[in-house]
């Protein structure tokens, strides 16, 4: 039997620091998937000070914690989360044009399309790739999103986070420790606070012009119109996952809700009131089949959280 989990202290402290905080709200509404059961709490933080409180607090009473981006690469349990969702707004959603004139400052939760329109605007140029990607700058960084031939790292020139013990630290140069859909955070309890990009000077209308042909790339070939959790496996060794998953015959498969996208067979889509059981049930499949046929694993790369 699950141990009851006690909110009394932890909701004191959030009242205390006047954050928002919603009882039982369905994660639904906070992910791309558009899919997932209810969170103990969904509280927001506005600036480092009210995270590092409500973490030691969260920690001090023995609630788990999930840090909640734009919610891009999450599948969350029909029966919702135990525990605290930390989402972040204030100070966490600015940017900040820095001295030399070709870095920015972003919070960890901006989301990548604010940022790109902002560096589009200052002319600065080497975030075109992100145009489009549905995620915010803290989960971004966490894993080195990319696409078109970008990646975070490419821009990436420190961070800085909460630690451990909930203070300051940061990372930078090689110490960020990117590499495929990985950086120095992932597997981490380290907490991503705010990352700073050193771009390039450009043309303004150029920039805009490279980032609307990325985004209709992305339309003509990604069902960006669906909920969905974006790639769900990870590129293996050798091939893709979409390829391989085609080849298999198993673009258009549905289970329930969830179906593979006829447009991309990397992307599993919600078609309308999909439960996480369907995703998971439909992602099985695919695995043993594309093992079965093909010998390739493939590894997940959308996180499931909470109980299914």
Known sequence: MAVALDYTEFDKTAARLCCASLAQEPMARHTTFQIGGPADRLVTAENPA????LLAAAKEAGLPVLLLGRGSDLLVGDRGIRGIVLRLAGDFQKITPLPD???????????????????????????????????????????????????????????????????PGEYQGEALDFSYRHSAYTGTDKIITFAQFRLAPGDREAIG?????LMARRKEKQPYDMPSAGSVFKRPATGYAAALIE??????????????????????????????????????????????????????????????
């Open 50 to 53: 009210q995270l590092g409180a």
């Open 247 to 308: 080849r298999c015959g198993l673009k258009g498969r549905r289970v329930g809700g969830a179906q593979v996208s006829e447009r991309h067979a990397g992307f599993i889509i919600n078609t309308g009131g999909a439960a996480c059981k369907d995703v998971l049930a439909l992602m099985e499949l695919i695995q043993d089949t594309v093992r079965r046929e093909t010998g390739v694993e493939l590894e997940p790369e959308v996180r499931v959280i909470g109980e299914v």
């Open 101 to 167: 004139g070709v870095s920015l400052r972003a919070g960890a939760g901006v989301s990548l399309a604010a940022l790109c329109a902002y560096a589009r605007e200052r002319e600065l140029s080497g975030l075109e790739f992100a145009w489009g990607i549905p995620g915010s700058v803290g989960g971004a960084v966490y894993m080195n999103a990319g696409a078109y031939g970008g990646e975070m790292k490419d821009a990436v020139t420190l961070t800085k986070h909460l630690d451990s013990r909930f203070g």
């Open 209 to 213: 012009a490279k980032m609307e042909a």
